[in-house]
C-alpha cells in the first residue's frame, strides 16, 4: 500500500457521552465573501451588508452550505476520513456573522448497528460569541475493526 | 392588502401572490434541474480550503482513491453543485430551489433548516440533477424577522445515470422586511 496513512477512529473506539474537540474558525467579511464564492451562492445576504441589515441582521452572514461543511468537519476531523456522513439535520436559529469566531462542538449521543453498518449518532452545536447558533445532529457511519 | 413587490433583490425570479396561491402549489414538482458543472476537483479544494478541512478524502487522491474510489464532494456541497453559474453564454440558469417559485407576498428570504441524508459517496466526474417537490407551506407567523411563511421542500438528487445519490428537506421562511 503506498498511500499515507491518517488517523481513523473504529466503530469500537467510540464511546456514549464522548465530547468531540471543539473547531474554531475565524469568519472575517473575507471568509463570508469566500463562502459565497465557493457554493455559488451569491444571495445578497450573503455579500451585501446593507441588504442583510435591512433583513434584520447585524451584517452578511454564512450561508447554509458553509455551516453543514463546518458540522460535518467537527464530526470527520474527530473521527478521520474513512468516515461517512449518512445523516445531518441542521437548525439556523441565529446566524454567524462576519466578525464573529465560530465553534463547532459535540457529542456521542449513541452508537448502533442497522442493516450491517455501524452507525454512530452525534449531537453537535456551532455557535459564536453570544451563544448557539446552530443546532444539528449528524449520523456518521464509522468502520469496523472486525470488516 | 395587495401591494406590488418592488423590493426583490434577491438574485432569483421569486413569484408573488397570495397564501392560497402558495397553498395550491403543495404537491408541485420542479422539472430536472441539471447541473452546470460536474462534480470536480478543483472547486472541492476551494470549498474545503475555504472551511480549512484537512480530510484527505478531498486532497489526497490516492487515498481517496483507495478510501471511495476517487475525490469525493465534502458533503456540504451537495446543493452547491446545483447553484446555476453566475453567467454563461446561454444565459443563466435556474435556481434548483421550488421554494422561490410559491407565489408569496414576501419580498425577501432565509433558509432555516435542512434534512439531508446521503445514499453514497458523490465522486468527481459525476453530473448531479435534482427534483424539488413542495411539501408544505405555512400560514403566515410572526417571528422576530418579520411576518412571513414557512416553505418546506423535498429535493431528490441524482447522478447522471438516475442513481439517487442524497435527498435533502429543507425548510425556508419567505417574509418581508
Known amino acids: 500500500m503506498c498511500t499515507k496513512r491518517y488517523a481513523q477512529r473504529y466503530f469500537e473506539d467510540v464511546q456514549e457521552n464522548e465530547a468531540l474537540p471543539e473547531v474554531r474558525l475565524e469568519v472575517t467579511y473575507k471568509r463570508v465573501i469566500q463562502d459565497a464564492a465557493a457554493t455559488l451562492d451569491y444571495f445578497p445576504g450573503h455579500h451585501d451588508p446593507e441588504y442583510a441589515q435591512a433583513q434584520g441582521q ?21 473521527a478521520g476520513p474513512h468516515t461517512f456522513i449518512f445523516k445531518r439535520k441542521m437548525t439556523m436559529a441565529r446566524s454567524v456573522y462576519a466578525g464573529d469566531t465560530m465553534y463547532g462542538k459535540g457529542m456521542v449521543l449513541k ?37 | 392588502m395587495q401591494e406590488a413587490p418592488t423590493k426583490n433583490q434577491t438574485g ?11 397553498k395550491a402549489m403543495i404537491g408541485a414538482k420542479s422539472e430536472v434541474i441539471f447541473s452546470d458543472v460536474e462534480v470536480n476537483v478543483p472547486m472541492i479544494k476551494y470549498y474545503a480550503a475555504h472551511l480549512e478541512d484537512a480530510n484527505p478524502s478531498y486532497w489526497d487522491e490516492d487515498f481517496a482513491t483507495q478510501a471511495w474510489g476517487g475525490v469525493v464532494s465534502p458533503p456540504g456541497m451537495l446543493m452547491s453543485w446545483l447553484m446555476p453559474l453566475p453567467w454563461k453564454p446561454s444565459g443563466r440558469g435556474a435556481a434548483p430551489l421550488l421554494a422561490t417559485q410559491v407565489p408569496l407576498p414576501g419580498d425577501t428570504l432565509i433558509n432555516v433548516s435542512t434534512e439531508t441524508e446521503f445514499i453514497r459517496p458523490i465522486r468527481a466526474g459525476e453530473r448531479l440533477n435534482v427534483t424539488d417537490e413542495v411539501a408544505d407551506v405555512t400560514p403566515e407567523k410572526q417571528t422576530r424577522l418579520g411576518k412571513g411563511h414557512f416553505i418546506t421542500t423535498v429535493a431528490t438528487f441524482r447522478n447522471e445515470k438516475g442513481a439517487v445519490v442524497a435527498k435533502n428537506k429543507n425548510v425556508m421562511f419567505r417574509f418581508s422586511f
Not at chain 1, 453498518?117 to 472486525?146: F, M, Q, W, Y
Not at chain 2, 432569483?12 to 402558495?22: H, I, N, P, S, V
Open chain 1, 58 to 78: 447585524k451584517t452578511v452572514y454564512l450561508n447554509t452550505m458553509c455551516l453543514q461543511g463546518f458540522i460535518d468537519r467537527v464530526a470527520t476531523d474527530w
Open chain 2, 12 to 22: 432569483f425570479d421569486l413569484k408573488f401572490g397570495t397564501y392560497e396561491q402558495a
Open chain 1, 111 to 147: 452508537k448502533y448497528d442497522h442493516d450491517g453498518r455501524h452507525l454512530v449518532d452525534i449531537g453537535i452545536e456551532v455557535g459564536n460569541e453570544e451563544g448557539v447558533c446552530c443546532p444539528a445532529s449528524v449520523t456518521v457511519e464509522l468502520p469496523s475493526k472486525n470488516g
